[in-house]
């Protein structure tokens, strides 16, 4: 009997023509900038290998309007409307910070009454900024629902904001001096009434979307910043939160009051994966929705009679000067560095938008990742190009 | 610690490069010498009483009565709370400094704007593109002198 001989040997390994570390054809993907899950106008180029992502570069500047060059050519005061468009998700933040900058610099002392709203409507805009960002995250990871869920909570925000400013996005509520008005008739009682309701819901957002499997799947150990990492490339606010790192300016250089009111910092403590994955980074926000709810409740017992506005005249003139001013906004510290040479208007203002610096770590942190990760990843860092791009 | 503490510091160990100090007021700050900023930077960032490992800013100022371009660079600790910012004037006409994007990798978006906006040209810097004005765009708006643009690709301003 005759014995079959066989050797296999694959085509590929004949003679050497083909290297052995068989590299397959790199392929560059372009996401953006209209893509539903860039959250605006971000574009990011992926260099990618199959489904993992080798290299990603975000392009930004799509919404560029060099506010930092109009504020050198208006009033003070009529810089506020602009920084409401910054960060268009938190305007009453953007306010704040603007306000407080220009006050520190001039000096103008503040009503007790007219902090205290302000630390109200500031928590206020933190919690409709917060549900956005859940609701938003829990639709690019598939999931439809809690973003319906999110928005009818919104919406009470909203209505909140609306009847006492007539705004529902950009307020300019917070000026100058204080607040533009003082509140209507029967606004603490809705107030009050819309936190009694938020507060359940929260466990509901937990039930429906934080803790569903399929959702920690999708962000758990995913999309890894590490505390060192996130301090590198300057993430503030939740973002650096979820990395574990204990940093709220509220906490440690407190403005407008923020001292005297008792809440709690959430950090990431790696539950469903790794400190500072992108299932920490959204869970603080969720964490932070239930500390703003403290501080509001703290703030309207303690709301005192008083006046709204300090005495500012209409033309605010500041002396020569400079200050460097940062306050936290839902999304990280926002930054004014104000530069007065005694006119009416600044001689230079540089804006720090927190979007501009947590959007930097991207191309490290979605090094290596699969794909899909990207949308999870860029999700959790929750950016508003708005204030990228300024 | 207070600012005038951390001066101290800076001094004990780099007083040359120190030109000079305000330690009170709204903005407490030094500013040193061009060529000694990233020795300085990394001082902060990694001296164990200063702990800056933050970046927070990096502003450019432009003064043409001056003729130099001021760099603020707004560090802050969150292991001490303590903030600080450091100055470097540029001269006007070619104003280049060192990155200090090995130190705080953050600062490489901050200096990419610096550049696009303001025309600082940072050497050894990783990446050095505009990021937020379109790649053939010519000038740097945030200078005073910056003439405004009437057209862009055929489009025209206030016809």
């Given amino acids: ?390 | 610690m207070t600012p005038s503490e951390i001066i101290e510091v800076l001094k004990q160990h780099d007083g040359a490069g120190i030109v000079s100090a305000v330690a009170d007021g709204l903005h407490p700050h030094v500013v040193v010498k061009m060529d000694r900023l990233p020795a300085i930077a990394a001082l902060l960032q990694s001296d164990w009483r200063l702990r800056f490992d933050l970046l927070r800013c990096i502003s450019a100022i432009d003064w043409p009565a001056k003729n130099s371009i001021e760099l603020s660079y707004d560090v802050i600790s969150t292991s001490f709370g303590h903030a600080l910012a450091v100055k470097v004037l540029l001269d006007r006409a070619n104003p280049q400094v060192e990155s200090v994007s090995v130190v705080w990798p953050a600062a490489e978006w901050h200096e990419r704007e610096a550049f696009d906006l303001m025309g600082v040209t940072f050497l050894h810097h990783p990446d050095l593109r505009r990021i937020l004005l379109p790649e053939d765009w010519t000038d740097h708006p945030l200078r005073k002198d910056y003439p405004y643009p009437v057209a862009y690709k055929g489009l025209k301003l206030n016809p």
């Fill in chain 1, 1 to 390: 009997m005759k014995e079959i001989e066989f050797q296999y040997q694959s085509d590929l390994h004949q003679e050497g023509e083909i290297p052995s570390d068989i590299r397959t054809e790199e392929l560059t993907l372009n996401m953006g900038p209209q893509h539903p899950s860039t959250h605006g106008v971000l574009r990011v180029v992926l260099q990618t290998d199959g489904e993992l992502v080798l290299q990603a570069t975000p392009y930004v500047g799509y919404l560029h309007r060099c506010a930092e060059k109009i504020a050198e050519k208006v009033t003070y005061r009529q810089f506020t409307p602009y920084t409401d468009r910054l960060d268009y998700l938190a305007g009453m933040n953007n306010n704040l910070g603007f306000a407080l900058a220009v006050e520190k610099l001039g000096g103008i002392e503040v009503p007790a009454r007219a902090e205290y709203l302000r630390v109200i409507f500031a928590e206020l805009n933190r919690i409709a900024s917060h549900l956005v960002a859940t609701g938003c995250y829990g639709l690019d990871m598939g999931a439809f629902t809690p973003f319906v869920y999110c928005f009818r909570e919104r919406e009470y925000v909203l209505d909140l904001f609306e009847a006492v400013c007539g705004a529902r996005l950009t307020y300019s509520y917070i000026t100058i001096g204080g607040v533009r008005e003082d509140l209507p008739d029967g606004w603490i009682g809705r107030c009050r009434e819309f936190l009694d309701y938020l507060g359940p819901k929260i466990a509901e957002y937990n039930n429906l979307l934080s803790y569903n499997h399929i959702f920690i799947n999708r962000t758990g150990n995913v999309g890894v910043c590490p505390p060192d990492l996130a301090l590198a490339y300057g993430l503030t606010g939740s973002c650096l939160r979820g990395s574990g790192v204990k940093w709220d300016l509220r906490k440690a250089t407190p403005y407008c009051r923020y001292n005297e009111f008792d809440f709690d910092i959430p950090v990431g403590r790696g539950e469903k994966g790794t400190v500072g994955d992108c299932w920490d980074r959204y869970f603080v926000r969720i964490q932070e929705i239930g500390q703003s709810v403290r501080i509001i409740r703290q703030a309207l017992d303690k709301l005192t009679e008083g006046p709204t506005q300090a005495k500012v005249p209409r033309a605010v003139k500041l002396p020569a000067g400079e200050i460097y001013y940062e306050v936290e906004n839902p999304r990280g510290q926002l930054g004014f560095y104000l530069v007065s040479e005694g006119g009416t208007s600044p001689y230079r203002l540089k804006i720090r938008g927190p979007s501009f610096c947590n959007l930097s770590v991207l191309p490290v942190v979605a090094r290596n990742c699969l794909l899909a990760d990207v949308t999870a990843l860029l999700g959790s860092l929750d950016i508003v190009m708005g204030e990228v791009d300024r």
